[in-house]
């Protein structure tokens, strides 16, 4: 019966490290997409730089290059606002794949000490029977 806490035990574990991958997973997405951001924003100075520096020149370029960088933006804020609401059912899932880990622990540490208590009544009981029989040999 105690071994297949075990087997539940591990099982959990199983599932509180997919869960913590899937997280790591997410948060590695958002930080790749708020790169991704910031490299915009940057692209978009320098285009802006250059824009200025030829007015003439760059008029046309910059206009369409300027939609395409507020659709992109757009783009990448809705995927980090999407990717963001994944992140908190992550963590929903893990602190429930972590609380029944925890669960199935405790039950196992009670099972556990009750078993070893048990064994300790066991080993008193033997020792106690060992000590009468001495006292009554002596005593004879």
């Not at 794949?97 to 008193?124: F, H, N, S, T, V």
């Amino acid at each position: 019966m105690a071994r297949d806490l075990h087997t539940l035990i591990r099982l959990r574990e199983w599932s509180v490290d997919n869960a913590r991958r899937k997280l790591a997973e997410l948060l590695r997405l958002v930080e790749d997409l708020e790169g991704q951001a910031h490299a915009l924003e940057d692209e978009i100075a320098a285009e802006q730089a250059v824009a200025r520096a030829a007015p003439n020149d760059a008029g046309v370029v910059y206009g369409a290059f300027a939609r395409a960088a507020i659709e992109r933006r757009e783009r990448i804020a809705a995927s980090i606002d999407q990717t963001e609401e994944q992140i908190a059912v992550a963590r929903d899932e893990l602190r429930d794949a972590y609380r029944e880990l925890k669960k199935y622990e405790i039950a196992q540490d009670a099972r556990d000490l009750r078993a070893a208590e048990e064994e300790g009544r066991r080993e008193q009981a033997v020792l106690d029977e060992i000590g009468l029989q001495g006292h009554r040999r002596r005593a004879m």
